[in-house]
Nanobody
Framework: QVELVESGGGLVQAGGSLRLSCAAS????????MGWFRQGPGKEREFVAA????????YYADSVKGRFTISRDSAKNTVYLQMNSLKPEDSAIYYC????????????????????WGQGTQVTVSS
């Protein structure tokens, strides 16, 4: 089992920045990918960013590319999401997720591709 604990959410003005953290514990050696999803009111959960754990390769949704950066601290089993130039459309509950299996063919971007989930942290961007 892998447990994920998120932190860093809050209220910020449009154009501001936040950094989310996700600390993993438990059987982290089974994890091949860690990422972030978000879900706004009345919307489906959508992919934001993820990182292949073995080599640190990061990839992003088009909507956040150039504004968000995913990074990691391997020694702490922690991933971060640096969010800059925030927009009101970014307001959502952000969830950290970890997946056990990476095929090496396609990059996991669907919720069903992930096995473990944090409880979410609220990000609110005011205009």
């Amino acid at each position: 089992q892998v447990e994920l604990v998120e932190s860093g959410g809050g209220l910020v003005q449009a154009g501001g920045s936040l950094r989310l953290s996700c600390a993993a514990s438990g059987r982290t050696d089974s994890t091949s990918v860690m990422g972030w999803f978000r879900q706004g009111p009345g919307k489906e959960r959508e992919f934001v960013a993820a990182m292949l754990w073995t080599n640190g390769y990061g990839y992003y949704a088009d909507s956040v590319k150039g504004r968000f950066t995913i990074s990691r601290d391997s020694a702490k089993n922690t991933v971060y999401l640096q969010m800059n130039s925030l927009k009101p459309e970014d307001s959502a509950i952000y969830y950290c997720a970890a997946g056990r299996v990476y095929t090496g063919i396609i990059l996991p971007k669907r919720p069903v591709d992930y096995d473990y989930w944090g409880q979410g942290t609220q990000v609110t961007v005011s205009s």
